[in-house]
């Protein structure tokens, strides 16, 4: 009579238990038509349907923190290691542990303490027209040099991407010394910064600058629309060098994706984020988003690959938003706009 009590009590508990959830929530910083494929594919996998919210990356951190433990929010995705610093500080992201995220990605694309992780790299070369001094160009560092002053299109110093570059200099190098190169660099603006990489890329083609500091999958994606002729045109009068090839790499980066702490549906964002990851969804970021794989061994897309390979820089990601602050209050100091 106790063990048919029991069993009776385990199926009463049973049947008041929510039904498990097939969705998952991801708050997303990448624009809706670049990941929807990713996550047509995801659904078509798993049955799992992805509910997305698209926003600016800081909005999308602030909305997190101010719903708190009632946040919808399973997934958080967002560009830069930078930003998803960030988001682990405010104490956003909880831990996971996945024996496939930590296989496919190498450890210095994700967190060392497995709360987010890098799913595209992108990198931030020097980019230049024919009229660029090449010769003068071998290094990041060289962007300060007086021989190209006036030369030089970069946007902001707001501009994550630059505070990241801005980051691994001063790992590399120390504060002091990249203090006097942001001066330097100041110095060899053709402009006051402006506009995004885009932007840089098209007044370079139009003479008002010869050297650009972007991310190649915005020049990658001015070659593939050629339907946008004048962009197209622009592109097609650039050309990428890889910086601090003889020493640690070109900067690179990530955008990656953390599980939040107040997940509902948190085996599905675990299972979202491993997708990612796999062969299947980084042939699609190749393809569609013009980044290269964070996982080895995926094939790049044709534009990318015209530009050869390079040596990238392996320096822990993490770093990147560990030495934010310090950018950027010496991209102040230095009078970079």
Known sequence: ??????????????????????????????????????????????????NIISSKADALLERIESEGINSPADVLLTTDAG????????????EISSTSLNSNIPANYRDKDNTWYGLSVRVRPIIVTNQAPSNELQRYEDLSNSAIQSQVCIRSSNNIYNQ???????????????????????????????GGDRDQIRAAAAGQCSIVVANTYYLANMLANKDKADDYAAASKMRVIWPNQADRGAHVNVSGAGVV???????????????LA???????????NFEYPVKPGIEINSILSQWGEFKADTL????????????????????WK
């Open 278 to 288: 796999s062969d299947t969804a980084q042939k699609i970021y190749a393809d569609v």
């Open 83 to 94: 930003r998803l610093h960030r988001a682990k500080s405010a104490g956003v992201f909880q």
């Open 316 to 335: 822990a990601l993490t770093t990147l938003g560990e030495n934010n602050a310090a950018a950027v209050k010496l991209m102040d100091r230095a009078g």
């Open 1 to 50: 009579m106790k063990k048919i009590v029991i069993v009776v009590i385990a199926l009463l508990i049973a049947a008041c238990q929510p039904p498990a959830s097939n969705e998952v929530n991801l708050y997303s910083a990448r624009k809706e038509a670049l990941i929807k494929p990713l996550l047509d594919a995801f659904t078509a996998e798993t049955g799992i349907q992805v």
């Open 164 to 194: 990241s570059l801005v980051a691994s200099l001063i790992a590399a190098s120390g504060e002091t010394t990249v203090e006097s190169w942001a001066e330097g660099l100041v110095s060899n603006m053709a402009r006051a910064p402006q």
């Open 261 to 275: 702490k107040s997940a509902p549906n948190r085996d599905n964002a675990v299972k979202l984020i491993e997708f």
